[in-house]
């Protein structure tokens, strides 16, 4: 199976960037991004195809936020820009084993998980 190793979270202010990294034992194909608030549904983010050519994002971040990926590398990322408070969350990246040109928004459609990385927005 495939492993999802995550890195780049952390505590930043209001207008703040972060950028958020996650690599994969192995090929996967469509790959996003979820965040989760204490009490709160897990949440999508940001989505994006195995060739990247594809790429869906929440409304909320939309404009604000990008997703990348890098094949040769089996990583994916989430550059995030103009941090607001309500970015705060734990952010999970995902992976979906099944090859699909426009990747999926709800949890169910990942097959993989990484381990989650909390990024706090304050003012």
């Known amino acids: 199976q495939v492993q999802l190793v995550q890195s780049g979270g952390g505590l930043v202010q209001v207008g703040d960037s972060l950028r958020l990294s996650c690599a994969a034992s192995g090929r996967a194909f469509g790959m996003g991004w979820f965040r989760q608030a204490p009490g709160k549904e897990r949440d999508f983010v940001a989505a994006?195809?195995?060739?990247?050519?594809?790429?869906r994002y929440a409304a909320s971040v939309k404009g604000r936020f990008t997703i990348s990926r890098d094949n040769a590398k089996n990583t994916v990322y989430l550059q995030m820009n103009s941090l607001q408070p309500e970015d705060t969350g734990v952010y999970y990246c995902?992976?979906?084993?099944?090859?699909?040109?426009?990747?999926?928004?709800?949890?169910?459609?990942?097959?993989?998980w990484g381990q989650g990385t909390q990024v706090t927005v304050s003012s």
């Open positions: 994006i195809s195995w060739t990247g050519v594809s790429s």
């Open positions: 995902a992976a979906d084993r099944d090859l699909s040109v426009v990747p999926g928004t709800r949890t169910d459609e990942y097959d993989y």
